[in-house]
């Protein structure tokens, strides 16, 4: 990992430069040396995650909530998710039972929602009801949605492999709901509206700060329109 320094910088350079000074973790504007590094023993440590609320259903009028960070997406066609569960959560057996659940995505508003269900056991008590989270009928499982939840994202489980201290349970989406605040007249959906929170070695974080979208690390700038000459 060579260091930049001493080498002269071309006009891009100070660009990217600049950009690295913003984005710098001491928030002062001064740049952080990542170069040396401590060799840590295996650990988890793939950050930043979401930390979802997972809604589920035992078949028989109980629901459940409970909060998962290893979740990701796996496959886009069909559209794979998997969420990893160990088998001690009371959560579990209703999975294993009726293969389904709800992925709700969690905002600034639902993070301390997420801790709570994320800590405390459906076992015994209603979660939902504790931390005001409304239940609703979802369109294609038996396992609720969460209301105050932006994104709903409806699945079920076609595998469960066991791992060691958690079981990945890979699911097909059956159906996404989006709430319609963040839908524009022509369908677009911003997502970035929703300050959708992120988890970060114990930490909660919310989105705010775009920094670019899709593809415009290589986008071409606009070009200057020419000037018409008639
Ligand atoms: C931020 C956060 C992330 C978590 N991620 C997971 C996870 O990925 N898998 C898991 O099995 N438990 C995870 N947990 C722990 C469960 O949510 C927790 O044990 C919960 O109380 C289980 O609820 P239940 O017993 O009602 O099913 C997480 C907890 C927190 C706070």
Known sequence: MEKQGGRRYGKNHEIRD?????VSSDGKGGKPDYTKKQ???PGN????????????????????????AWAGTVCSDPPMVSISVRRSRFSYE???????????LTTEELAEAADYC??????????????????????????????ESPVNIECRVTRILELGSHDLFLAEV???????????ADGRLDLSKARLAAYSHGNY????????SFGYSVRKKQATPAKRTD
């Not at 600049?18 to 913003?22: D, I, T, V």
């Not at 974080?205 to 670019?212: N, S």
């Open 18 to 22: 600049s950009r690295k000074k913003r």
């Open 39 to 41: 060799i840590w023993k």
């Open 45 to 68: 440590m793939l950050y930043p995650v979401p930390a979802v609320l997972v809604t589920v259903t035992d078949g028989a009028g109980n629901d459940n909530v409970f909060t998962v």
């Open 94 to 104: 209703m999975l294993v039972r009726t293969r389904e659940f709800v992925l709700n």
């Open 118 to 147: 994320g800590v405390r056991t459906g076992r015994h008590e209603d979660k939902f009801a504790a931390m005001g989270l409304t239940k609703a009928k979802a369109s294609r499982v038996h396992a609720p949605l969460i209301l």
């Open 174 to 184: 059956e159906s996404v709901s989006v709430a319609e605040a963040l839908v524009d």
């Open 205 to 212: 974080h919310v989105l705010g700060r775009t920094l670019g």
